[in-house]
């Protein structure tokens, strides 16, 4: 039998109640728990985070979070999805 190469939707599939980075268009980077999506990989995300990186004053990158809880994030907003490690 032939085995099928593995799809970006089924790495997404696959992502389903584990927690993934995301990229939006806006520069934006969110940590949450993928809970699912839809056939416009619209996102539905729990106990999500947005994240901001900056600089401190000697040069070291700091990272704080907002919480937001559940959110949406727009499929045609998204730059990237990544597990969290």
Do not use: W
């Amino acid at each position: 039998m032939e085995r099928r190469p593995n799809r970006p939707i089924d790495h997404l599939k696959s992502s389903i109640n584990k927690v993934v980075l995301i990229r939006v268009k806006q520069n934006k980077m969110f940590r949450a728990m993928l809970r699912g999506f839809d056939e416009h990989l619209n996102l539905y995300l729990e106990e999500a985070s947005q994240l901001f990186e900056f600089q401190d004053e000697e040069g070291n990158i700091r990272e704080e979070q907002e919480n937001l809880g559940n959110i949406v994030i727009r499929g045609d907003n998204i730059i990237f999805i990544d597990l969290a490690t």
